[in-house]
Structure formats: structure tokens, C-alpha cells
């Protein structure tokens, strides 16, 4: 069989492009994934946008802990990389492309811990609906370093419901907590932390239990609207 030049060259450009790296679609955008730190997994969610001079500017959350944006920084992408910096909480993410998921897999380090994660295009599912409690809860957890307030904001929305728990006397920042909710039985979780498990009462303005963390529990009654 006699293989002309045109035929071979085009044989050979089709080879090369076979064996070439599959280009990742662009940066701009939102993308999310599961960081698991120690025994918890963690959302992280990236957006990122091109800049006003140039290049590629944006943020990250950490919606399983706070609604405070992260800062990101030296945003990086290549047709087959992406990487930037979060120096606010001292991590970075360096990632390469993944056609068959179309995703960056990588890791982000915080630390010097390198915890494996995959951020594909999008935005995270929304929380579950729980009913029956939104509104404003509080309470006092009498420990042996003195009393610690406790307050609790659910609010019920389009992104399900959003639980915020606020200990004033540590810290003004609120927390993201994961509330579910069984008959009466209510638990109000801070994923690596600790968290309130209760019962509800009757006329739906208490949730009386304890407060759990480490090996340790102390009681805690919660009053709707104190």
C-alpha cells in the first residue's frame, strides 16, 4: 500500500493531538469539593473571576464552618493546572485536570498537611429543610472556667436551613452548624468541634440536653427567643 505525503502528514497530526494533554475548560467560574481533615469532611467552594488588570482574581468559603469569605491569592492556571493561595487561613490548592471529570484533582495544604481534593464546576447542594425551629435560641453552658452563652439563629430558606451558632463570650465570629431534627430529638452539630443534643418541648420554645464536646458533656437548655 502506497501512503501519500498528504495522507501521512495527516495521520501524524492526528497522532500528536491523540497523545497530547486534554486542555482543562477555563478557571473562570465556581467550583467545589470535599476536603476531609482528620475524621471531618469539609466543603470548599472557589470562585474565581478574571481581574480588572489582567489575570485572575477571587475568593473561597468554607460553608461547613463560616460564612466569611477567604481571600484567595497568586491564582494560577495553565491550560492543564490550577493552584492559589489562602493566606488568611494559611492553605493553597495545586490541582491538574481531569477530562473524564472534568475537575482539577490536586490537594489543598494547610499546615503542611496535604489533604486530597477534587474541585469540579458548580455550587454545593443545598442544605436539608428542617422544620419547626427557626428563629432565635439561647442559653448558658455553666462550665469550670464560668459561664459561656450560647446562641443559636436557624433561619429556613431557598438553600435549605442555615443554623448559626454564636458563643459571644470566645468569640464574635458565628459558626455554621449542621441542625437535624428527629420527632423531638434535636442536635446541633459543629463538624470537628462538638455540639448540643436535645428534646424538644412540647410547646416548641425549649430544647433542653447537653452540650458535647471531647469526652466531656455539660448540661444546656436553649429558649426560643431569649
Known sequence: MVVDAKTLTIALVAAFTLAGPALAEPAEGHWFGMVRAASVELTLV?????GARGGLEGYAESPDQTLTPIPMTDIKATPE???????SVGGSFAGTW?????GWVGAFTQLDRAMPLTL????PPPRPVVAGLDGDW????EGPGGTLRIRVHVKTGADGTLALLESPDQTPMPLVAFLTRTGEAVSIDLK???GFAGKLSPDGR????EWRQGI?????TLNRGG
Open 46 to 50: 472557589a470562585h474565581i473571576k478574571a
Open 216 to 220: 466531656g458533656a455539660l448540661p444546656l
Open 81 to 87: 493546572t490550577l493552584a492559589f493561595t489562602t493566606p
Open 192 to 194: 470537628g468541634v462538638g
Open 138 to 141: 439561647s442559653g448558658a453552658i
Open 206 to 209: 425549649v430544647l433542653e440536653g
Open 120 to 123: 469540579v464546576r458548580g455550587s
Open 98 to 102: 481531569d477530562p473524564t471529570i472534568k
